[in-house]
């Protein structure tokens, strides 16, 4: 075993692992990145066709977002943000306000997802407080919901592998039976339909309005919960109806933003401007932990006083605002806007789409295909007829990551869904490497597993 693997398994708890896996699966160790490969320190290459873990935006080691950080590390690395300011978190701000919804006019800085949503569910209570409401307390989630894993954030998911344990410690909240448009229990397509689900989300709301501070979604696309995409319709009515009763719309855009879904937010499909819009992920383009929160004037304003009032928002992490991260957004934005990425993405996302569709026609275990802008996401299921699923603990998506990874694909599928959601540099040859391997493995997968099927 390689040196680097070893001192790995002998110091490191990884992420979202279990590290029996590792008893006959090594880490694999990358020393470098181009566009959207991966080469470990064996000389295998990867293809990135999950942006490792959907933050990287223009690929690896991009040339010109390399040069912004060593522009920004000659003049200042960091430095502290409460009363200071540095130069490229205010151009990152101006820039945020103007290509975010309209009514979104202040942004509040930290440095990953988590925290995002964290402050952005504190700032919304905390508004409420100020307001006289102090019953508004509660917050509204999705069925399949993922919003980060530090418990606020916790508290507001909605899928066992993550929350099941620490349930004992998490926030009660209202969760909300939400859209599952391959499982549609109205018998609709999500194209055609009329929201149908959201009676459910109007039911609560009408039932609890009085105690709920704020409704989080993730716009259009469930990530997590395996790449569920819904109508706009349900976000246009959940605006109209937190506006009756006077609840706050968080938008969870830390997957979604920067041009995942075709549009540079997702809520832009809905043509909605919530009241709190959490970013992260491509925000930095993948390089560096950064996020933050935008929210409106009225907010805003409601926080304006004196201490004794209670009226400061005192929340702090020690990276909020970081001049290289900030940096680095701001080239990312220019590389969106010069290189016309947004409209570059709507073909690479279609073509990525008609090839998914071919190889999933053929296949006898493929049950759906949903696809928005450059996210395609592939749902593998017992019987196509009914639907049905197989049992987690056969790790389906696991084995056929592991048959990918060998043929040089890095896919990090959930459950039985396995996705690409590659950074938006991909050229065609990679296109067609990314599907073809992808259902080379599947294929791969079931052969080898005909007999205990
Ligand atoms: C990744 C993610 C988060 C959490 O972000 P972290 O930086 O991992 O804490 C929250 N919400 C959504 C929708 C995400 O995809």
Redesign the pocket.
Known sequence: MNDYVKKDLKYIWHPCAQAKDYDDFKPIVIEKGEGVWLYDIDGNRYLDCISSW?TNTLGHSNKRINEAIKRQVDNVEHVIFADFSNKPAIELAEKLVEITPDKLTKIFFSD???SA?EIALKMSFHYNMQMGNPRKKRFVTLSGA????TLG?LSVCDIDKYNEVYKPLLLETLRVEGPDCYRCKYGLQREVCNAECFENMEKCLTENNEEISAVIV?PMVQ??AGMRIYSPIYLKKLRELCDKYNIHLIA?E??MGFGRTGKMFACNHAEISPDFMCL??GISAGYMPM?AVMTTDKIYNCFYGDYKELKTFIHSHTYTGNAMACAIGVENLKIFEEDNIIKNNIKKGELIKKLTLEKAEASKHVGDVRSIGMITAIELVKDKKTKETYPWQMRVGYEIYRIALKKGLLLRPMGNVLYFIPPYVINEDDIKFMVNTCFESIEEYYKRTVDIM
């Open positions: 959907w990953n997802g988590s949503v993922y919003h980060g894993e954030a993730e990530g997590a969870d830390i997957a992260s992920k996020s």
